[in-house]
């Protein structure tokens, strides 16, 4: 391979289950760590699309790991032993800092480091000025199946919605949509009774590690067969805390 593989995230447990894994696939990737986003640049991107009410009413369920600390923690370590995977953010990589994927440097960045593809794990959405300034193929780890599943908590709506079969990752190439890209790879995955909310990301990231690595291999390749899965399209949010507490009590999906 001529070139090098860029790792693009806002950091975080679950896509760092993805990278450590990368690292071993690929060891002279470049990590470029974008500054999250905000609570209030969230929250206000969020209203202006679904409105303040129902805004609003996830907040509690988007707080939920904070109140389960250790719950949530001895699960995590648990994901980590079953599948062999490290939720410790990486070490020894080379690593570029930026302000924002939408900052104006993203693009020269990669010319710079003669990046030959890039991947995608938990950053936030790319503006049209972005996308056109990387030249190479973009793609990006989503748990959850598509086009069922845009959004976010995939592996949560699909249990929910009484789907299990629905219940894993997808590979994508991106384009200016929320997760509607061609798709390189689905990964059907398996949750375990004690996984909830919190952790349905992390044991889908866990299952799908093995997979983002192929997927590259096979763009880079021109193997890859990019398709359309078939499906009902609709993008997904935080459940509300009444809907959350009501699932959980009379589905036993939590």
Not at 41 to 47: D, E, G, N, Q
Not at 76 to 93: C, H, Q, T
Not at 153 to 162: I, K, S
Not at 183 to 211: E, G, K, R
Request: proline residues 6%; hydrophobic residues 40%.
């Amino acid at each position: 391979m001529s070139g090098r593989i860029a790792i693009i995230t806002a950091g975080g447990a679950a896509p760092a289950i993805i990278i450590n894994r990368l690292t071993d696939d690929f060891p002279d990737l470049l990590l470029v760590n974008e500054q999250p986003e905000t609570k209030s640049m969230f929250l206000k991107r969020r209203a202006r699309r679904i409105g303040w009410y129902q805004t609003l009413a996830q907040l509690p369920t988007q707080f939920l790991s904070k109140f389960a600390k250790s719950a949530v923690t001895r699960r995590y370590a648990a994901i980590e032993r079953k599948f062999g995977v490290s939720m410790e953010p990486p070490r020894d990589v080379n690593t570029i800092a930026i302000s924002s994927v939408n900052d104006g440097a993203l693009g020269q960045i990669l010319k710079n480091n003669d990046v030959v593809l890039v991947f995608v794990v938990g950053a936030r959405m790319f503006t049209k000025a972005t996308l056109s300034s990387m030249q190479v193929p973009i793609l990006n780890f989503h748990a959850g199946f598509t086009p069922d599943y845009r959004g976010v908590n995939g592996g949560y709506w699909a249990l929910v919605e009484g789907r299990p079969e629905r219940f894993g990752g997808t590979i994508h190439h991106i384009d200016q949509g929320v997760d509607t890209g061609d798709v390189i790879a689905q990964v059907p995955c398996v949750a375990a009774p004690n996984d909830n909310l919190m952790t349905y990301q992390h044991t889908i990231s866990a299952q799908c590690a093995q997979a983002c690595g192929k997927a590259i291999r096979q763009v880079l390749a021109g193997t890859a067969e990019p398709f359309q899965p078939a499906g009902n399209s609709k993008q997904h949010y935080h459940p509300t805390i009444q809907f959350y507490v009501w699932t959980g009590l009379t589905r036993k999906v939590w």
